[in-house]
């Protein structure tokens, strides 16, 4: 069963940084373009990040671009999300994707708050 399971979320202030992770399970994560998507209180869901199989291309939200960067590691299957610089219009729930095989996380709270 493919299963993908975040963590690395909590409360940080603004300006802080967190590293969110993604381990994946059931499936070898580098064969698949993988995402971060994230959603706030009482909005819709919306994409972050993309990286490819290969890891060399990545692609991101305008309002992320330049404080975020996604990364993958292979050997560990494990997708992460490096955040800094992070403002209180960052506060979502962040999950990784799978799209192709339709599989998501069950997400991490992150919360940028004084």
């Known amino acids: 069963q493919s299963q993908l399971v975040e963590s690395g979320g909590g409360l940080v202030q603004p300006g802080g940084s967190l590293r969110l992770s993604c381990a994946a399970s059931?499936?070898?994560?580098?064969?698949?373009?993988v995402a971060w998507f994230r959603q706030a209180p009482g909005k819709e869901r919306e994409w972050v990040s993309d990286?490819?199989?290969?890891?060399?291309?990545?692609y991101y939200a305008d309002s992320v671009e330049g404080r975020f960067t996604i990364s993958r590691d292979n050997a560990k299957n494990t997708l992460h999300l490096q955040m800094n610089s992070l403002k209180p219009e960052d506060t979502a729930v962040y999950f990784c994707?799978?799209?192709?095989?339709?599989?998501w996380g069950q997400g991490t709270l992150v919360t940028v708050s004084s």
């Open positions: 994707a799978n799209r192709y095989l339709q599989v």
């Open positions: 059931g499936f070898t994560l580098d064969y698949y373009t």
């Open positions: 990286i490819n199989s290969g890891g060399d291309v990545t």
